[in-house]
């Protein structure tokens, strides 16, 4: 099972919808009951309510539960899923919404072979990019790719900003500008 952090947000929803096209069980961690029905129309098969996954401190390792993890918001979510990813498990991460904070040990690195990776997109080569690119737009291309995104006005960009900062933003806003 792969858990996505930040699995309602844009990024978290692309990753729910391509595991799920590559034939991963996907576990999705969100606080947002009302998100249910929609990260399971992307694939997802269990919901698991963020607040389940905050860290426990005091522990160095917490059971092995994950055989993978995609992180996009950073702090006590992503220690917490390092803290529980299997053996040789690759944990990745893009986002710092929660925090760039880091705080745990090397236990998870040193005793259960966990890599972390960090997804740095704005550095990529034009080969890799150009490769990735044609994998989304075949094989890894998700279905119902409409539905992750839905386009807005400018008048309507400071409502969205709000929502996204309240934590009531999903999917992906693209700005209309003609």
């Known amino acids: 099972e792969v858990l996505v952090t930040g699995a309602t947000g844009g990024v978290g929803t692309l990753a729910v919808a391509i595991l799920s096209r590559l034939g991963?069980?996907?576990a999705a961690a969100s606080g947002k009951?009302?998100?249910?029905?929609?990260?399971?129309?992307?694939?997802v098969r269990r919901i698991v309510d963020r607040?389940?996954?905050r860290d426990n401190p005091q522990k160095a390792l917490l059971p092995a539960v994950w055989h993978g993890v995609v992180d996009t918001v950073g702090g006590e979510l992503l220690?917490?899923?390092?803290?529980s990813t299997h053996p040789h498990g690759p944990v990745t991460t893009c986002g710092n919404v929660a925090s760039p904070q880091l705080?745990?040990?090397v236990y998870p690195f040193i005793l259960r072979g966990v890599t972390l990776y960090g997804i740095d997109s704005a550095q990529?080569?034009?080969p890799l990019r150009r490769w990735i690119w044609e994998r989304l737009a075949t094989d890894w291309k998700p279905k119902g790719l409409v539905q992750i995104y839905r386009e807005v006005g400018l008048?309507?960009?400071?409502?969205?900003?709000?929502a996204m900062l309240a934590g009531k933003g999903a999917g992906r806003v693209v700005v209309r500008l003609g």
């Open 24 to 26: 991963y069980s996907v």
């Open 33 to 43: 009951p009302d998100a249910a029905e929609r990260l399971q129309s992307f694939g």
């Open 51 to 53: 607040s389940v996954l």
């Open 79 to 83: 220690v917490s899923a390092i803290k």
């Open 103 to 105: 705080s745990l040990t």
């Open 124 to 126: 990529t080569r034009m």
């Open 155 to 162: 008048d309507e960009l400071e409502a969205e900003i709000q």
